[in-house]
Nanobody, 122 residues
């Protein structure tokens, strides 16, 4: 059974940084793509970025490209979302997700974490 557990959310001032972690368990993820999504109050969930676990290639939404970076640590079975130059509009619940396959451009994911709150104050 796949389990995804996010951590690292919190309150930060605009311009600051946070690093979210997603601890993955339940299987070997080398043939998986790991994604990050976010959902702000009253808005639909939106794609943030994704990483191919084995190849390491990534894809980002235009709204975060150049500010956010996704990486993974194979030894720890953990995926990270480094968020820099945070803006108030980045405030949302951030979710980690997993899907089998190799494309970092597909947006449908099977497994989801419980989410972690990120709040950026102005």
């Amino acid at each position: 059974q796949v389990q995804l557990v996010e951590s690292g959310g919190g309150l930060v001032q605009a311009g600051g940084s946070l690093r979210l972690s997603c601890a993955a368990s339940g299987r070997t993820f080398t043939s998986y793509v790991m994604g990050w999504f976010r959902q702000a109050p009253g808005k639909e969930r939106e794609f943030v970025g994704a990483i191919n676990w084995s190849a390491g290639n990534t894809n980002y939404a235009d709204s975060v490209r150049g500010r956010f970076t996704i990486s993974r640590d194979n030894a720890k079975n953990t995926v990270y979302l480094q968020m820099n130059s945070l803006k108030p509009e980045d405030t949302a619940v951030y979710y980690c997700a997993a899907r089998s396959g190799s494309s970092v451009y597909l947006r449908e994911y099977r497994y989801w974490g419980q989410g972690t709150q990120v709040t950026v104050s102005s």
